[in-house]
T-cell receptor, first 113, second 116 residues
Framework: DGGITQSPKYLFRKEGQNVTLSCEQN?????MYWYRQDPGQGLRLIYY???????QKGDIAEGYSVSREKKESFPLTVTSAQKNPTAFYLC????????????FGPGTRLTVL | AQKVTQAQTEISVVEKEDVTLDCVYE???????LFWYKQPPSGELVFLIR??????QNEISGRYSWNFQKSTSSFNFTITASQVVDSAVYFC?????????????FGDGTTLTVKP
């Protein structure tokens, strides 16, 4: 079955530690996205990538980093510079056409202690 | 610039009531697409519908219907005879031709609670 996987579902880290969230897709999509969602809030775009080896900052990129070395993978690193990293993180993918919907993964809930 | 406004933050209804979720958008593009997504308590967003800017026909899928009106820049979503399983956060999104391909603008979402 085609889809997007994110691991792990729940992640706990100590303050000051970097942590990497995994996102893999087998939909053959060129574009991938990372969103952050806080309780009761909408989706805020962190980073997006339209093609391998290229990515752009979204609205809240500070304290985060990404890489896109393979078409299928778009890992997100939450660095110690992110002041309030506890949140729900969603990965999505789509074709590189503005008329197509995004497909979302199940999300990773990150809690920084 | 694009903008999507979902003015209703939370809606609570009793099962079997009809409910309409509002979505108002702004864009300078003449060619654009509008989307609705559902986020159940499990967290994963699920795509519901896509509508392009040239097609103003209403869409009906089972208990779900969508009303697109360019004159008011609105793309509202109605659930008829709501059920407890409809409880979720619903997001409206917009993607215009001028934006980076595939990058959508999302509204803040409407949390729908359907009580038995």
């Amino acid at each position: 079955d085609g889809g997007i996987t994110q691991s792990p579902k729940y992640l706990f880290r100590k303050e000051g530690q970097n942590v990497t969230l995994s996102c893999e897709q087998n939909l053959n999509h060129d574009a991938m996205y990372w969103y952050r969602q806080d309780p009761g809030q909408g989706l805020r775009l962190i980073y997006y990538s339209q093609i391998v080896n290229d990515f752009q900052k979204g609205d809240i990129a500070e304290g985060y980093s990404v890489s896109r070395e393979k078409k299928e993978s778009f890992p997100l690193t939450v660095t110690s510079a992110q002041k309030n990293p506890t949140a729900f993180y969603l990965c999505a993918s789509s074709t590189s056409n503005f008329y197509n919907e995004q497909f979302f993964g199940p999300g990773t809930r990150l809690t920084v202690l | 610039a694009q903008k999507v406004t979902q003015a209703q933050t939370e809606i609570s209804v009793v099962e079997k009531e009809d409910v309409t979720l509002d979505c108002v958008y702004e864009t300078r593009d003449t060619t654009y697409y509008l989307f609705w997504y559902k986020q159940p308590p499990s967290g994963e967003l699920v795509f519901l519908i896509r509508r392009n800017s040239f097609d103003e026909q209403n869409e009906i899928s089972g208990r779900y219907s969508w009303n697109f009106q360019k004159s008011t820049s609105s793309f509202n979503f109605t659930i008829t005879a709501s059920q407890v399983v409809d409880s979720a956060v619903y997001f409206c999104a917009l993607s215009g031709r001028s934006t980076n391909a595939g990058k959508s603008t999302f509204g803040d979402g409407t949390t729908l609670t359907v009580k038995p």
